[in-house]
């Protein structure tokens, strides 16, 4: 019993570990060229986002908490806070509630996938860029993949999930117009977007 109570134990402390390791969310961009760092114990106003939105927008830090980008769906700015040369001009728009989500491709190190939702019933949609953090000396641009349409027909929601299989993710929009009630789930994997959605 003693021996099964420790097991049990480090588990829950490896999966604590594994947990605080991941810092990918510790700096937030937001509102009016404001931000917070949750690096430290105590976190800390940060006051040099060149990011002024009244709404929706995503950042993204590395494994350690160190800042890759951030954007408000419309523009994506490096972590010098200068907008990536091919970062402008997203179909997003920064007066969607949730314009923009950041994830990690699968399976890659250096691709980071950015999904962005336009105003509700604006011809936008949900639609993916991607930023290759190799390009630009390691600051990151977008690649070739930039505002390739997913769904037209979107309301200003969308997330990610993580797939029970701890590799891949789910996308998550809500429809808009006739189809309202319903929620598309598209699969991520290292090879991209499904094409097909999952109903409910």
Not at 63 to 71: D, P, V
């Amino acid at each position: 019993m003693k021996i099964k109570f420790t097991l049990i134990l480090l588990a829950c402390v490896i999966s604590h570990i594994s947990c605080i390791a991941q810092k990918e969310g510790n700096i937030w961009y937001f509102g009016n060229k404001a931000g917070v760092d949750f690096n430290q114990e105590t976190p800390t106003a940060l006051e040099d986002s060149k990011m002024n939105t009244a709404e929706g927008c995503a950042t993204i830090a590395d494994a350690q908490g160190k800042l890759l980008f951030y954007t408000d769906g419309t523009t994506v700015w490096d972590k010098n806070h200068d907008p990536m040369a091919n970062g402008q001009n997203l179909k997003g728009n920064s007066s969607s509630t949730q314009s923009a989500i950041v994830v990690r491709k699968p399976s890659s190190v250096f691709i980071y996938m950015v999904f962005t939702v336009d105003v509700i019933g604006s011809d936008g949609g949900l639609r993916l860029t991607e930023v290759d953090m190799r390009l630009n000396g390691g600051l990151g641009d977008v690649n070739a993949v930039k505002n390739n349409l997913i769904e037209n027909s979107t309301c200003e929601k969308v997330t990610v999930i993580s797939h029970k299989n701890e590799r891949d993710h789910w996308l998550i929009s809500q429809m808009y117009g006739q189809n309202k009630a319903r929620f598309h789930s598209y699969e991520i994997t290292s090879s991209g977007v499904s094409s097909l959605p999952v109903f409910s």
